[in-house]
């Protein structure tokens, strides 16, 4: 699996966009890039996923670049609900046996008033 | 529909007890996962099963081992705990649809005296 770069920390204003970067340079051509979040030590959640084109969710927008070596999730209202720490993650898509996701990191977003 | 379940909740063990952990999917997913978290970093895979009958080991198996008991329930045993093994246990599980997604249980809080 490639591996993924992001910043330690973010702040971000209440009810302003969300802008977490993420670069992927190594990633393969049959690789997604993946973003969960995690609240306070609860369970990861998935926020949502992309391969080359650019995604859209009831939580969250993703920007790949056209090269797919980096992306952006965008929240695009963050509220204070959605202080967590962010995770970028690429993997294979036709990992049939496990398919297993390989954390780092991730982004500590904190939303401020 | 309750997803993935986790019990206990929370765990204080003696160096040496041995305790197995729970986990529960009603959502008929046939892979299932054990990852840890230790305080301020990401989660690390422990064991995964891909299927029913089928275990393999992840990034950090020692110590411990698992048991798929069907495809609902995927348990994870300590033999004997040391204070190294005290985490937070997280359960998730995927199903076959492609590109995967993973559904995570609230997690069990351990410690190791």
């Known amino acids: 699996d490639a591996k993924t770069t992001q910043p330690t920390s973010m702040d971000c204003a209440e009810g302003r966009a969300a802008n977490l970067p993420c670069n992927h340079s190594?990633?393969?051509?049959?690789?997604?890039v993946y973003w969960y979040r995690q609240i306070h030590s609860q369970g990861p959640q998935y926020i949502i996923h992309?391969?080359?084109n650019n995604e859209t969710n009831e939580m969250a927008s993703l920007i790949i670049t056209e090269d797919r070596k980096s992306s952006t999730l965008i929240l695009p209202h963050a509220t204070l609900r959605d202080t967590a720490v962010y995770y970028c993650?690429?993997?294979?898509?036709?990992?049939?046996?496990?398919?297993?996701?390989?954390f780092g990191q991730g982004t500590e977003l904190s939303v401020k008033p | 529909n309750a997803g993935v379940t986790q019990t206990p909740k929370f765990q204080v063990l003696k160096t040496g007890q041995s305790m197995t952990l729970q986990c529960a999917q009603d959502?008929?997913?046939?892979?299932m996962y054990w990852y840890r978290q230790d305080p301020g970093m990401g989660l690390r895979l422990i064991y995964y099963?891909?299927?029913?009958?089928?275990?393999d080991k992840g990034e950090v198996p020692n110590g411990y081992n698992v048991s798929r008991l069907n495809k609902r329930e995927f348990s994870l045993r300590l033999e004997s705990a040391a204070p190294s093994q005290t985490s937070v246990y997280f359960c998730?599980?995927?199903?076959?649809?492609?590109?995967?997604?993973?559904?995570f249980g609230p997690g069990t809080r351990l410690t190791v005296l």
């Open positions: 998730a599980s995927t199903g076959l649809a492609v590109p995967k997604r993973e559904f």
């Open positions: 190594t990633i393969s051509g049959n690789e997604y």
């Open positions: 992309g391969l080359k």
């Open positions: 993650i690429v993997r294979d898509s036709f990992y049939n046996q496990g398919g297993k996701l390989i």
């Open positions: 959502m008929n997913h046939n892979s």
């Open positions: 099963s891909a299927s029913e009958g089928t275990t």
